[in-house]
């Protein structure tokens, strides 16, 4: 990637970001935090071919460290959502206050402002844009890393009772590899989409009837949950199975 390009996608994540951010204080808004956790996803991918030092580095570290400060935000968020849609509304509107203070103090975190400065704003050449010969190695490098990414998913997919969370991250980790790398099947892709997405439903129910256990007011849910579940885990068979076939 060019140094031009790589200005140009900096700049506009950064405004993308900004924007997300300025809207999370509005309780109306439930897309917001998901925005932000794009934007820093996309980041991240943009920056993996760069050097690890340096402020490509830092601005990596960064946005890592702030994307870990959204995840129990999201999960809460997931679960409001889930009540809303359910008709819950006193045990959402019981955990609504909490979640407005949550993302206030992610508004005021050192985290985002930290993001912002070590953000380049005049230009990236204290990126360290690779050189050609260095972007080939790279290149090569994140191949081997897809290729191991795909051998670690397919024997976990191979076996007889895989851990349906540690496949979750093992599709989400390749996935996210091939986006960066460029180069993948669009089957492929879709395939991994798809199990993300199924897995990452699966993963909400199994975590909302964990919180059931210690939350009286959840305990009422826990029958249609577990059936969710049940059906989202069958869903997902056919799709294990597609993926065996292109993996």
């Not at 570290?61 to 359910?86: K, M, P, Y």
């Not at 985002?112 to 844009?129: E, H, N, R, T, Y």
């Not at 059906?231 to 292109?246: K, M, N, S, T």
Request: proline share 4%; with cysteine.
């Amino acid at each position: 990637m060019s140094a031009e390009r790589l200005q140009s996608h900096l700049g506009s994540l950064r405004a993308l970001l900004v924007t997300a951010m300025q809207r999370l204080g509005d309780p109306a808004d439930t897309e917001s935090l998901h925005e932000m956790r794009v934007v820093l996803r996309r980041l991240r991918m943009l920056l993996r071919p760069l050097t690890r030092s340096g402020q490509a580095g830092l601005l990596r570290d960064v946005a890592a460290g702030v994307f870990r400060q959204t995840n129990s935000l999201r999960d809460n968020e997931v679960l409001l959502e889930e009540l809303v849609r359910s008709g819950m509304h006193v045990a959402a509107a019981a955990r609504q206050a909490q979640q407005m203070r949550d993302r206030q103090a992610l508004m005021d975190s050192p985290g985002l402002d930290g993001l912002i400065a070590v953000w380049p704003a005049d230009g990236v050449a204290c990126l360290s844009v690779p050189s050609r010969r260095r972007r080939r190695g790279l290149k090569q490098k994140m191949r081997r890393e897809s290729v191991k990414a795909r051998r670690k998913l397919r024997r976990q997919l191979r076996q007889p009772a895989p851990d349906l969370h540690e496949v979750r991250l093992a599709i989400k980790r390749l996935r996210y590899r091939l986006l960066a790398q460029g180069h993948a099947s669009p089957s492929l892709l879709v395939l991994l989409e798809l199990g993300q997405e199924v897995l990452g439903q699966w993963h909400d129910h199994d975590a909302w009837l964990l919180r059931a256990v210690t939350e009286p007011d959840l305990q009422g849910c826990i029958g249609r949950w577990q059936h969710e579940k049940a059906v989202l885990q069958a869903r997902w068979l056919p799709l294990r199975d597609g993926l065996l076939l292109v993996l």
